[in-house]
């Protein structure tokens, strides 16, 4: 039988183990800023970062819970969830970046880079 204390202590070691996961490689301070800025520093932060790191996102954006996981969907990067925050003022969100993510336009994050279209050839 499973008491209380059983259950929470499950609970926090679930919690340890998903933590140890979602070590970050690098830390993306977003806090003031809302979503097309936050998202503009995360893609300028990351463009370095080999396939697999782990990020997090420090944000105060109360949209981030909903723009994150739709950023990482349309570009490709997994979207890990929210970890626990250090401090009650910002929440902290994990992304593990894609080897080959889709690329987005230099101003608007949430337009993906036309594809080069080829020219024409002549014969």
Not at 14 to 35: E, F, K, M, Q, R
Not at 79 to 87: E, I, K, R, W
Request: a negative charge.
């Amino acid at each position: 039988m499973t008491t209380p204390d059983d259950a929470v202590h499950n609970a926090a070691a679930s919690a340890n183990t998903a933590s140890d996961d979602t070590a970050p490689d690098l830390t993306v301070d977003g806090t003031g800023l809302l979503c097309v800025q936050l998202l503009l520093r995360l893609r300028k932060q990351i463009a370095h970062l080999p396939a697999g790191a782990v990020v997090h996102i420090l944000t105060t954006d109360p949209a981030a819970p909903l723009d994150l996981p739709a950023w990482c969907h349309l570009t490709g990067h997994e979207y890990l969830g929210p970890v626990p925050s250090p401090a009650p003022d910002h929440d902290v969100y994990a992304l593990r970046l894609t080897s080959a993510p889709v690329q987005t336009r230099p101003d608007r994050p949430w337009h993906p880079t036309p594809a080069a279209t080829p020219s024409p050839t002549t014969d």
